[in-house]
């Protein structure tokens, strides 16, 4: 069966920190990639999304950037951190036959 | 613009009670529409429904399509403390990627002993 793992599982870092978030999926191939945020009552906002292996789709401009270095693997990074990136970040994975996605138990973000 | 709305946004019961949540949505060229619940970390799958008036259940809970009307209900029956949580629909247009998810805000549900 499919596992997604997101470490770490909460994060406290000072505004202008540089920020590493990863992801990776077990037990699928060639998984379609995505970071959501969801700020304190408010829904999902997907970030990025990848198809494959260096593809990377920015859906909202940022300071945030993602990789995709491997095929199960997605990381989440920033340079200098804000204090609006704080949220919960969240990495889904969709199978390449499937529409529905599966989230990973997501990072908290405390940006003070 | 694509949108996905809940309501209530937030909902009280006592255990026992029936629940009916509501999502509405407006999203181009739809193909289906998603329930996830969210405890206190990462959603996790309810349902998905892409037909017209076909239920869907799973123990208490049970969710149906109206692509008429474009708005799916979510219930909850007999409802337990366990089913305390937010509640999040979201739908998806026909796509290649799945990248067009819209969410909802979900409907936070508190069940009281």
């Known amino acids: 069966s499919q596992t997604i793992h997101q470490w770490p599982a909460t994060l406290v870092q000072p505004v202008g920190s540089p920020l590493s978030l990863e992801c990776t999926v077990e037990g699928t191939s060639n998984p379609n990639l995505y970071w959501y945020r969801q700020a304190a009552g408010r829904g999902l906002q997907l970030l990025f999304y990848s198809v494959g292996i260096g593809q990377i789709s920015s859906e909202v401009p940022q300071n945030l950037s993602a990789s995709r270095p491997q095929d199960r693997q997605f990381i989440l990074s920033s340079k200098k951190l804000l204090l609006s990136d704080s949220g919960f970040y969240l990495c889904a994975w969709r199978g390449r036959l499937g529409y529905e996605q599966y989230f990973g138990p997501g990072t908290r973000l405390t940006v003070t | 613009e694509d949108k996905v709305v809940q309501s209530p946004l937030s909902l009280v019961v006592h255990e026992g009670d029936t629940v009916t949540l509501n999502c509405s949505y407006e999203?181009?060229?739809?193909?289906?529409l998603l329930w996830y619940k969210q405890e206190k970390k990462a959603p996790t799958f309810l349902f998905m429904l892409t037909s017209s008036g076909i239920e869907k259940k799973s123990g208490r809970l049970s969710s149906i399509l109206d692509k008429k009307e474009l708005f799916s209900i979510l219930n909850i029956t007999a409802t337990q403390t366990g089913d305390s949580a937010v509640y999040l629909c979201?739908?998806?247009?026909?796509?290649?990627?799945?990248?067009?998810?819209?969410f909802g805000p979900g409907t936070r549900l508190s069940v009281l002993p």
């Open positions: 999203v181009t060229n739809f193909r289906s």
């Open positions: 979201a739908a998806t247009p026909r796509d290649n990627y799945g990248q067009n998810f819209v």
